[in-house]
């Protein structure tokens, strides 16, 4: 490392340890909590028959939108975001926190997170100015499996392998979670007994739902590939509906939902105790 190098990682860790940058990033987190509390609220809606409205991101943006003081909340989300990404961004540049944070993959992982949430800050703007949103995940998910198909060589199997790539993805997830491997992320120290056992129970759920979801709609991408049929894929809202299509009925997605709503509130934790 260069002399010049160390001072320009020298100069990000302080920024990113800077009280303004913290806050910026918790609220995040905070922001990542309300968007996965109204989904969950939605499904919970759609479940008894009330839901008009998308269980997905853009249906969250539509409901705080009509809210009071709805345009404020959501530049604030907006805000929350845009702290999210630089946070990954730093992490990709600097390195998670952690004995294996400088290590490539997850400096990749962060990299790639870091572009995800620029485009959720980017279209929560959109939607806020009116310039369009989010859109719905079902359309993107049918366009993004339509096109890679018919534009790509090989593009069916291209979808297949996305779609097992999100089932692995939601499993591993799903197994980090009931193994608590989240723990290692917080400032348990921090925490009273009590406190924590809370946290260790909203973190196991939250985030085991949350990988059932992501892999179920692997589960239709990779359907979609076999089958050579684009509207085969779904999105988010897409995905919850069809656990309640089941023969358990809307019980199913009840629980989902019920796991999403907690997710939410893992957040909240996160945006308290997340070391950054």
Partial sequence: MTVQSAHVQAAGRRASNS???????????AARGVIYLLVGYLAIKIAFGKGGQQADRQGALQTVAKTSGGTVILWLLAAGFAGLALWRFSEALLGQSGPDGHKVGKRLASLARGVFYTAVCATTVAFNVGAGGPGSSDKKSK?????????????RW?????????????????????RRNFEKQLKT??????????????????????????????VFLG????????GKARGVDGTLREFASTAVGPW???????????????SFCEARWRRL
């Fill in 19 to 29: 009280t303004p940058f913290q806050l910026l990033a918790r609220s995040g987190l």
């Fill in 143 to 155: 366009d993004f499996t339509a096109k890679a198909m018919h534009d790509l060589p090989a593009g």
């Fill in 158 to 178: 291209l979808v297949l392998l996305v779609g097992i790539g999100f089932v692995a993805g939601g499993i591993g997830i799903a197994v980090g979670a009931l």
């Fill in 189 to 218: 120290e921090q925490m009273s007994v009590r406190v924590r056992r809370v946290v260790e129970a909203l973190g196991m759920v939250g985030r085991s739902t949350r990988a059932l979801v992501f892999a179920a709609a692997g």
């Fill in 223 to 230: 359907y979609a590939g076999v089958t050579y049929d684009p």
């Fill in 252 to 266: 199913l997605l009840v629980l989902v939902a019920f796991g999403l709503v907690v997710f939410g509130l893992y």
